[in-house]
């Protein structure tokens, strides 16, 4: 996950389209999965934290917008991987916070954990394992985790505010700072979905 601050700014204008469908759609299923979150009983400090991924989360699907068809399949600014990569990449990502999340409850599985840590032979398994998947289906997938993740986000009590989150290098954080840090991580690949459509318009 990046530790760099996102880089927040509003890339696109209407989608007008097909693709605006997709936009529409997604936003749907965000408002969706927000609702499954209860925030009636998400801890505030957590509900100003899923703000912050809110807005990441629309970025990431203006950016998605913004990508010429015949991009998907071209290299990215991510070495080896296509701009469809990237997407399944972020879908499949919100597995590993999963984890992180419910190892905060003790319901974390050690294996899975142990997976996860080993960042870069994860990841490239999980978006291979996506490989050939529509775009619709990636962000199908993504709205489906982020349910997931906005559910167990809205379990979170007081005392686990503090409760450190495990990294892969060992280091730790609260969730909070998790939040954060996936939320950038986010506003990251936006940033990078972005790069196709601007190569189609220079």
């Known amino acids: 996950m990046g530790e760099e601050a996102a880089n927040r700014h509003r890339r696109a204008g ?3 389209g097909e693709q605006a469908s997709v936009f529409r759609f997604a936003v749907v299923l965000w408002g969706a999965a927000r609702r499954k979150a209860n925030p009636s009983v998400t801890l505030p400090a957590i509900e100003a934290a899923i703000d912050d991924l809110r807005v990441a989360h629309r970025e990431l699907f203006r950016a998605v917008d913004s990508v010429a068809d ?5 290299p990215s600014p991510d070495p080896d991987w296509t701009y469809r990569d990237v ?5 499949s990502n919100e597995l590993r916070v999963h984890a992180r999340l419910r190892s905060v409850f ?10 996860i840590n080993d960042i870069d032979g994860w990841n490239q ?3 291979e394992e996506r490989r050939g998947r529509s775009v619709p289906e990636l962000l199908d997938e993504l709205a489906a985790h982020r349910q997931e ?8 009590r007081p005392k686990h505010l503090s409760t450190p989150i495990t990294l892969a290098d060992g280091s730790t954080c609260n969730v909070l700072e998790y939040i954060d840090m996936f939320t950038r991580h986010e ?3 936006a940033a990078q979905l972005a790069a196709a459509r601007r190569s189609k318009t220079q």
């Open 14 to 16: 209407p989608a007008t």
């Open 70 to 74: 015949e991009a998907w399949d071209e």
């Open 87 to 91: 997407l399944a990449h972020v879908a």
């Open 106 to 115: 003790g319901q974390a599985d050690e294996a899975e954990l142990k997976a």
């Open 125 to 127: 398994r999980a978006v």
């Open 149 to 156: 993740t906005l559910r167990l986000l809205s379990d979170f």
């Open 187 to 189: 506003s990251e690949h």
